[in-house]
């Protein structure tokens, strides 16, 4: 929530965006070296949530950026020439790699909503679509299905549903607000899903034949995607055990004989054993890290 607050702080200044109209040239140029940033920033719905076009984005981007960078860089220079003034040379040249590096952090920042939005999407997929399939299986009216997914405890996707059902209540067609639904959402299966729905909605044939379809097809790629984490977590295992298990047991144990030999007293201290407990303790959470990050989204 802090990176979410941190990527949005300059959307929401006023000055900024006025600021950056100034540069709105360079936006053009930088849209058309990252095409993809419109798409990114239209699944991810910033857009909408501050009316931003994709130039205007990284009109805003450049321009913190270049401030940041040029504060950073004046920043260094002073600091350095109250001392012997021969590295003050090494300011700029630490402004611009401060400047290109908060730009790369601010441009990725749609992707990485439009990844979180794609996990929330795909965990609860398939227990969302089998809700649907057994409330038609049931004599359920479809759009009753709709507003029962978004009444429950789905996540992004009952979020989804709500808006689905709050422009059908208002006059606009299911039909027209599911291709909407699947147009703005970046989750793969999510979008196929939706599209089957569509298109036995408007040809007239068997909902619950199609979704049955659609969930045969995703209970198959759940699988593949639970046989290759397991392929992934067998060599992270093995890490695992070479580097937070044995390792730190022969360190300690060669550190304590060669303590022993003469001047070499200061390896079996009090500290270097607290450094060595540090060290196992941020390894512990880098696996954890990475296990979760690999995770495959269908399961849940």
Known sequence: MAEKNKGIAALRSQRIRNLSHYFISVGDVLAKISPMIAI???????????NLTAREYLAICFTVSATMGILAGTAVSLVLSMGTGVFVSYGPLIGIAVGFLNYMQLVTYPKSIVSKRVK???????????TILVQIRSGVPIFDSFVSVGAGNYGQISDEFKIVIEKSRSGKPVIDTLEELAIRNPSMYFRRAIWQLVNAMRSGSDIGENLECVL??????????????????????????MIAVIMPSLGITVMIIISTFPGMGRL????????????????????MSVIRGKRPNLIG
């Open 40 to 50: 990114q920033l239209k699944q991810s719905g910033l857009d909408k949530d501050y």
């Open 120 to 130: 929330n999407l795909e965990k609860n997929l398939i227990f969302a679509l089998r």
């Open 216 to 241: 045969e097809a995703l209970s198959k790629e759940q699988m593949v995607q639970i046989r290759e984490y397991k392929s992934v977590l067998n060599p992270l295992a093995m890490m695992y055990m």
């Open 268 to 287: 079996g201290d009090k500290m270097t054993f607290w450094m060595l407990l540090g060290g196992v303790i941020i390894m512990q959470f880098l696996f």
